[in-house]
């Protein structure tokens, strides 16, 4: 007796569904061995805001701390066209920089994360996504003729850079006339800066203080 043996063969999946099995496949493969994060190297990362995986840009210069970064969290299509538009709609634009904890971050971001995003979910970011402000503040500097010097005061955060501004604006007033006289071989003014969020420590507090005292303070703790 002959006895014939069939095969059976399944049919290959249609390209959209190829497409999902790769995107899952890649998703996957990218949560179990994620790309490690270097501070310092300026990349986007992955980051968790709740169950969700979002895309945050770093912020050049203050992406090397240890424990605390300074990040804006963006639409996962950034650069492309419609990732404004789309940002816009579920609540990733106009946040500004934000203090994020290193040990929020998965890692870089690669595309495969897309699909933990709440936008990927057609979810708005929520209003707290675990982040607190970390935007801008006000230096001031004592500097030597030849360049050298260092920072005698740091004032932030400031939540708009034109409060920053503001204050640079008041501080230099107050120095108008002696800023080459503050302090004997050095030149003394204030600017607007960023807030370099893994040194939050060392800054003042300016909401609801005289700067101008902070000011004179710090220079009578200056020896001569």
Not at 38 to 65: C, K, L, N, S
Request: aromatic share 8%.
């Amino acid at each position: 007796m002959i006895r014939r043996m069939f095969r059976r063969y399944a049919p290959a999946p249609a390209p959209e569904d190829q497409a999902v099995v790769d995107a899952i496949r890649a998703l996957i493969a990218a949560v179990r061995d994620p790309e490690l994060w270097t501070p310092g190297r300026a990349q986007d990362i992955a980051v968790r805001v709740g169950p969700f995986i979002e895309r945050a840009h770093t912020r050049p210069g203050d992406d090397h701390g240890t424990d605390m970064i300074a990040v804006a969290l963006v639409h996962p299509d950034t650069p492309h066209a419609a990732a404004y538009l789309h940002g816009r709609q579920f609540g990733y634009t106009d946040r500004g920089w934000l203090r994020c904890k290193t040990t929020a971050i998965l890692g870089v971001w690669q595309s495969a994360y897309t699909m933990l995003t709440h936008a990927a979910a057609g979810l708005s970011l929520p209003d707290d996504v675990g982040m607190t402000p970390a935007h801008y503040a006000v230096h001031v500097e004592a500097r030597r003729s030849d360049g050298t010097g260092y920072t005698l005061l740091r004032l932030g955060p400031y939540t708009q850079t034109w409060l920053a501004s503001h204050d640079a604006d008041r501080l230099n007033t107050e120095l108008e006339g002696r800023a080459a006289t503050v302090i004997p071989g050095f030149t003394v003014t204030a600017k607007d800066a960023l807030f370099d969020v893994s040194d939050h420590e060392s800054y003042a507090d300016p909401h609801g203080t005289d700067i101008a005292a902070l000011l004179a303070d710090a220079v009578t703790g200056v020896s001569p």
